[in-house]
């Protein structure tokens, strides 16, 4: 199993990035994904998290409207849409297979940086 996030990098404050994660060795077509946050010093956030179906997401308050999570069952893949960034969102960003309300997998991470 395995989950690789890139897209990451340094942006001002307004601006925009879309995180990606290729999943491979297991069923991602059948699984709940999810992307979590974590700033230094700060607890781990779950920010955004996807059914099987593109139709069923949900969204952290501190993000909600600024936000997209989006799936493409075809590549394996899951992404995440940031807008209109603010410093607040700087983190290392981890992609993470959601089994039954819990984390079964987590990716190595994409660092986001706004500055």
């Known amino acids: 199993v395995q989950l690789v996030e890139s897209g990451g990098g340094l942006v001002q404050p307004g601006g925009s990035l879309r995180l990606s994660c290729a999943a491979s060795?297991?069923?991602?077509?059948?699984?709940?994904m999810y992307w979590f946050r974590q700033a230094p010093g700060k607890e781990r956030e779950g920010v955004a998290r996807?059914?099987?179906?593109?139709?069923?997401?949900y969204y952290a308050d501190s993000v909600k409207g600024r936000f997209v999570i989006s799936r493409d069952n075809a590549k394996n893949t899951v992404y995440l849409a940031l807008s209109n960034l603010q410093s607040a969102d700087t983190a290392m960003y981890y992609c993470?297979?959601?089994?039954?309300?819990?984390?079964?997998?987590w990716g190595q991470g994409t660092q986001v940086t706004v500055s």
């Open positions: 060795g297991f069923t991602f077509s059948t699984s709940w």
């Open positions: 996807i059914a099987t179906g593109s139709g069923n997401t």
């Open positions: 993470v297979i959601w089994n039954r309300g819990v984390a079964a997998k």
